[in-house]
């Protein structure tokens, strides 16, 4: 008994220095880290959090995925955690996979949990680089509700009274974090966890088997495809953030359009491009469904409204002038290939093939040229 408790504890110690080693060799910049989006964020009245400067090596002196805080760019890339490219090495992500593609220095200011107020109130910031061109990535897994969700921060209170902006319906509990920093051995901050969710066999046996019998026990939230080579499990939750039903999200919707509205406004003699990010369901559909799947009616739903939310958006963009890029049917196109856009369990971020298909589309559409 004390036996096997001593070689519990030893294992346990090992870990957890192997969890700090991992974490000193990231934030030195000696090894790729995966977990740097989440690991510190510093609180923010204005954007909720900010990511502390430099405290990984991929992360520069203003807070942003970068190698360096550039003085002047060509693009810079707003967005969330799909901009940020989780799941993805720094130079995975779509922005620096644009910046690799076009010849063009692109800055990348996208963070988890930002969304279009996040956008707007930064795009001073951006335009301080002297870019020629502002692209958006706007998800729409979540940034329509957490255009209204934002209203729960004291700033932004203010200035939806100040503005009169009709907010009633908008789900308010939100507010700036809680600063973390130091070293944490959390599943979301781990970067052994991290580091394991990479390679295939751990990965199955750590989180694909949790995913298909959570999907078993709950067939209404989540939707598993087993048995097939593009094997993962879907998040059908994401329909509360597009459902057409819903009062927060047609008072999101009109929020998202508020702000995008005000960066067009002020964008100056740049040009804005939307890169629509399609949420996991949304790019899969046609594929489950030629593949002979009996989706669920909420899946259907899911699709269904999302693409009405993009249509709306892309013709209020383009009457406009902004470019909107739709990055669904590349992503489905790449499905189709057996490409591995997205992993096996049920996170909905794309992997470094699903980034550097974002970034291709855009690079043809927008910037000329590519493959």
Not at 19 to 25: F, R
């Amino acid at each position: 008994m004390a036996r096997g408790a001593l070689l519990l504890a030893s294992v346990g110690v090992s870990l957890v220095l192997f969890e700090v080693l991992l974490q000193v060799l990231a934030r030195l910049g000696l090894i790729a880290s995966f977990s740097s989006m989440y690991a510190d964020t510093v609180p923010d009245a204005v954007l909720g959090h900010r990511l502390p400067s430099r405290i990984y090596a991929e992360i520069d002196s203003r807070g942003f995925r970068n190698p360096e805080a550039f003085e002047r760019v060509d693009i810079v890339a707003l967005g969330d955690s799909q901009t940020y490219g989780y799941n993805a090495g720094s130079t995975e992500s779509w922005p620096k996979r644009l910046e690799a593609l076009s010849g063009f220095r692109v800055y990348n200011m996208g963070v988890g949990g930002y969304g279009p107020a996040q956008y707007a109130a930064l795009l001073d910031d951006a335009l301080a680089l002297s870019p020629r061109h502002i692209v958006i990535g706007l998800y729409l897994g979540n940034d329509l509700v957490d255009a209204c969700r934002v209203f729960g921060m004291p700033y932004w209170r203010r200035l939806s009274e100040e503005l009169d902006l009709d907010v009633s319906d908008c789900k308010t509990g939100q507010g700036p974090v809680d600063a973390r920093t130091g070293f944490r051995i959390s599943s979301r901050y781990s970067e052994t966890l991290m580091l394991l969710k990479q390679l295939p066999v751990l990965r199955r046996w750590l989180l694909v088997r949790r995913d298909l019998e959570i999907a078993r026990v709950r067939p209404h939230d989540y939707y598993a495809v087993d048995n097939d080579p593009l094997r993962t499990v879907i998040s059908m939750r994401r329909y509360d953030a597009v459902r057409e039903d819903s009062p927060e999200v047609r008072r999101g919707r009109e929020l998202t359009w508020y702000f995008l509205s005000s960066i067009l406004d002020r964008i100056g003699d740049a040009q804005l491009t939307v890169l629509l990010i399609p949420t996991k369901a949304n790019v899969l559909f046609e594929y489950l469904l030629d593949r002979g799947h009996d989706l669920p009616e909420t899946f259907h739903a899911l699709v269904a409204d999302e693409r009405v939310v993009t249509v709306d958006l892309a013709a209020r963009l383009e009457g406009r002038g902004a470019l909107v890029v739709n990055a669904r049917p590349s992503l489905r196109q790449a499905v189709r290939d057996r490409e591995f856009v997205f992993l096996d369990y049920v996170d909905g971020h794309p992997t470094a093939v699903g980034y550097d298909r974002m970034a291709r589309v855009l690079q043809r559409r927008v910037f000329g040229g590519g493959s």
